[in-house]
């Protein structure tokens, strides 16, 4: 299985074909790798799921951790008012949204600052 069937799906965005896309094509690749090396199909299973936890688990983790964090009483609105404001959290917030940058390169102390400066 691939994609939302498996769950992957931005945790901010809520957004899942680029994932669904991604992972097909881990699993074809996993597939035609391991079916040439004459591996089982457990084999093949095993190792795809190892690939998408590498690929995967870590920007997950993080979405669901931001998630968390950033979905309470008056965070939302207090962040969403800095962002508007800040040509630097209005590029952070659209690049990790959008897998245009790794999620840990948002985690700045800039971008902290600018979160909760007074």
Known sequence: VTGEAIGLVNPIT???IDYALESAQMAANV????WRNGLSSAAIQ????AALDRK???PFAL???AQRLGFRDGIVDKALRRIQHSPHLHRVVINACFGL???ISVL??????EIIRP
């Open 46 to 49: 095993k190792n795809y799921r």
């Open 56 to 58: 995967f688990r870590f």
């Open 31 to 34: 597939i035609l790798d391991e």
């Open 108 to 113: 700045t102390p800039r971008t902290f600052w």
């Open 63 to 65: 979405g669901h951790l």
């Open 14 to 16: 809520g957004e899942g």
């Open 101 to 103: 940058a790794d999620p």
